[in-house]
């Protein structure tokens, strides 16, 4: 039988068949450059180095292939159309320190006051932390907060606060254990219940601060630390996958990284183990009004010492 014979005696179910594989075919290859070009696209957006090779505290450069242990600073800011109109710069009034080892299956996470009184590297001066972000972006934010608790950072991540209720309600919700008991823009939160949060429940959450049973300054750090959890179960989860496009929009228009796309990848698949114990720290000290008039929060030695032994021992150095 020759060529000719056989394509007439191809039936109809082969030639649907082939249709139907051509056509899957052809999609498979779209979503692959599609995906290819978003990551690349997102990579390039949201990827903001910092001025230097490696922490001045580090021997060597932290490797995230091999799995080593590592730091990042996160800053939350909140957009403010006033302060960007008169030229000034965002004030992180979010500040966490993350020490994070897959070995051990760890995460040390410390919240820094925003009124915290530090050095703020590069100015010369002695101010509330959160002006280090407003001052000189997130390379003068690193290197005042690793002068401060003595630790190296490693890297840092920058987030609008509404950048990140729209990433919660992208996964349709986050779940939190309230810390505390109290009521806040229409939201009730009840002590040791678990809560399933959406984006705007979860900025009353933590954004809470002077209400009956909330708890001041450290009653919202913990909460910013849970809801950071909840937000990263979600990261490191299949519903990444599933949300990826939405997902990468949202990060596109509200995270500033030095990682690259790739090692926020490897991040997320080879580090999330790190998710199964997680070890909350606040600084310890005392508020109140300074020489200059403005209220500073002072933090106690022992507690800068016991933060400082705490991520240094998770890093094993």
Do not use: C
């Not at 006033?82 to 992180?92: E, H, L, N, T, Y």
């Not at 320190?97 to 006051?113: A, F, G, H, M, R």
């Not at 009730?188 to 984006?199: A, Y």
């Not at 990261?235 to 228009?253: K, P, Y």
Request: negative net charge; hydrophobic residues 35%; glycine residues 10%.
């Amino acid at each position: 039988m020759n060529r000719s014979d056989k394509k007439r005696k191809m039936g109809l179910p082969a030639k649907i068949f082939l249709w139907f594989f051509g056509i899957l075919a052809l999609l498979a290859l779209v979503a692959v450059i599609y995906l290819g070009f978003k990551i690349f696209s997102v990579g390039g957006a949201i990827h903001n180095p910092l001025n230097r090779d490696k922490s001045e505290l580090r021997d060597k450069k932290v490797n995230l292939n091999d799995g080593d242990p590592f730091t990042i600073a996160l800053f939350g800011v909140d957009s403010d159309a006033k302060r960007a109109a008169d030229g000034g710069g965002q004030r992180s009034d979010t500040i966490m320190v993350l020490s994070v080892n897959p070995e051990k299956k760890t995460t040390e996470i410390v919240s820094i006051p925003r009124d915290t009184q530090a050095d703020i590297v590069g100015k010369g001066t002695t101010e509330k932390i959160n002006h280090a972000y407003a001052y000189g972006g997130p390379d003068m934010a690193v290197k005042s907060v690793e002068k401060l608790l003595n630790v190296p950072i490693d890297h840092y991540a920058t987030i609008d606060m509404d950048g990140m209720k729209d990433m919660i309600d992208t996964f349709g919700g986050i779940t939190v254990t309230s810390n505390a008991t109290f009521s806040f823009h229409g939201y009730h939160f009840t002590q040791g219940e678990k809560t399933e949060m959406d984006g705007n429940e979860a900025m009353a959450f933590i954004r809470s601060r002077k209400e009956d049973g909330a708890g001041g300054d450290f009653g919202r750090q913990e909460r910013q630390q849970l809801v950071i959890q909840g937000l990263a179960n979600k990261l490191t989860g299949i519903s990444s996958v599933t949300h990826f496009n939405a997902l990468m929009n949202h990060v596109e228009d509200n995270v500033k990284t030095d990682l690259t796309i790739g090692e926020l990848n490897t991040v997320r698949s080879n580090y999330k183990n790190a998710n199964d114990n997680v070890h909350r720290h606040q600084l310890d000290g005392q508020g109140g009004i300074q020489d200059d008039g403005l209220y500073y929060f002072v933090p106690s030695e022992s507690s800068l010492s016991e933060i400082e032994s705490s991520i240094k021992d998770n890093l094993g150095i």
